[in-house]
């Protein structure tokens, strides 16, 4: 793992959050795709995350965010019922652009840039990927605390050393 600079450390850790991310997501059942957890369908919450993750991870102010094609009004509150369902396949899809877009971002990013504030934006760079990894991480206990209640299984995650994963593996510890 390469330390040499606080935006090597931010990449590696993104790339684990984001493995780990798509593999909660594989590990939901079909059986609770749609099942209500706090008013709201699992895969609402499953959305709200990466909603949240697309829009405040590099510049929530930004002027030329655009929503993705999936969105409806709402769709990402948790306190509000939505009006259509998104399956499975549309949220692969969404967390496929999410990585890219992200990766993208750290590949350009710099150290000093951490420090620096987006434009139109009153938090930090730095500050933004940190809330994110905070976000994301309560949203991925909640959602493998629904698959574990429902399957007794625990899903799979990397941890600071854990090799990725090459090849089929078990998405389950």
Same mark, same amino acid.
């Given at each position: ?6 935006? *090597?450390?931010? =990449? ?9 991310? =798509?593999?909660? #997501?594989?590990?939901?059942?079909? $059986? #609770?795709?749609? @099942?209500?957890?706090? !008013? ?12 949240? %993750?697309?829009?405040?991870? #590099? ?13 409806? $009004? ?5 306190? #509000?019922?939505? !009006? @259509? ?13 999410? *990585?890219?877009?992200?990766? $993208? ?6 150290? !000093? ?8 934006? !009153?938090?930090? =760079? ?9 976000? %994301?991480? *309560? ?7 629904? &698959? &574990? ?6 899903? =799979? ?10 090849? @089929?593996?078990? @998405?389950?510890?």
């Amino acid at each position: 793992m390469d330390q040499s600079t606080l935006v *090597s450390i931010v =990449r590696e850790q993104t790339n684990r959050a984001l493995w780990e991310v =798509r593999n909660v #997501i594989n590990c939901i059942p079909d $059986a #609770i795709w749609e @099942k209500p957890y706090c !008013e709201a369908p699992c895969w609402q919450h499953v959305y709200h995350m990466l909603h949240s %993750l697309d829009m405040w991870y #590099i510049n929530p102010r930004a002027q030329d965010y655009q929503e993705p094609s999936i969105h409806t $009004a709402n769709l990402n509150n948790l306190d #509000i019922s939505p !009006e @259509k369902t998104l399956t499975r396949t549309e949220l692969d899809h969404y967390f496929a652009d999410i *990585s890219q877009k992200l990766s $993208a971002y750290l590949d350009n990013l710099t150290d !000093e840039a951490l420090l620096t504030f987006p434009p139109d934006c !009153e938090y930090t =760079r730095f500050t933004l990927i940190l809330a994110q990894f905070r976000h %994301l991480h *309560s949203h991925m206990g909640m959602l493998m605390g629904f &698959i &574990i209640a429902e399957t007794g299984l625990w899903p =799979r995650v990397l941890g600071l050393e854990g090799p990725f994963p090459a090849g @089929k593996y078990d @998405k389950y510890l």
